[in-house]
């Protein structure tokens, strides 16, 4: 889909937008390249989370700071409203995105690479950017294989085992 200040596209990995309606969602997530340093769309009453999956990175220009999205850990939070001017560093930049409106959604974002986790939440989301073969990921009793560049989106518990080379993002939504 395109971005809102038609600089780009977003391809949306999950959203809990009703059929028929795409923008009524109260949490969205997806990723994006970033092609060229701009301003990122503004989304006054969404809290969002950025993080960089892939190229040397990415930097966040807002508040009259500058801030890198991580690569690993905790996505860099900040509100849709504010002004934020993204520059790649380099050139082939991924980034991940989770949107929630502030006014019934909390949540987060990070991203695991080559280790073991857990998520949960009313929602829990778990997107397989880069993995060497499907990974068994436990989601309640069960297990399920996510194969590599799938999303996994359950109302309940999921854990995964470590492994060498896999790129994982997890949101986890209230």
């Known amino acids: 889909m395109p ?6 596209t977003t391809l949306e990995l999950a959203s809990d ?11 969205r997530l997806s990723i994006a390249d970033v092609p060229e340093p701009g301003p990122f769309s503004r989304f006054p009453g969404i809290d969002r989370w950025i993080a960089c999956l892939a190229g040397a990175g990415l ?5 009259g700071r500058a801030d890198e999205a991580p690569r690993d850990g905790e996505a860099l939070a900040f509100a849709g409203e504010d002004e934020v001017v993204g520059e790649p560093m380099g050139r082939g930049v991924r980034d991940i995105n989770l949107m929630l409106r502030r006014d019934g959604r909390r949540g ?3 991203v695991v690479r080559n280790a073991d986790g857990r998520a949960g939440g009313t929602v829990a989301i778990l997107h397989a950017f880069e ?9 309640g009793t069960s297990t399920v294989l996510l194969e590599p560049g799938a999303t996994l989106v359950a ?3 999921l854990a995964w085992p470590a492994r060498p080379g896999d790129t ?3 949101a986890e939504i209230g």
């Open 3 to 8: 971005w809102k200040n038609g600089r780009g």
């Open 17 to 27: 937008a009703p059929a028929g309606d795409p923008s009524a969602w109260t949490w």
């Open 59 to 63: 930097r966040l220009h807002r508040n």
């Open 108 to 110: 987060r974002l990070r």
């Open 131 to 139: 993995a060497t073969d499907a990974l068994p990921v436990e989601a």
């Open 155 to 157: 109302s309940r518990s």
């Open 168 to 170: 994982l993002a997890v």
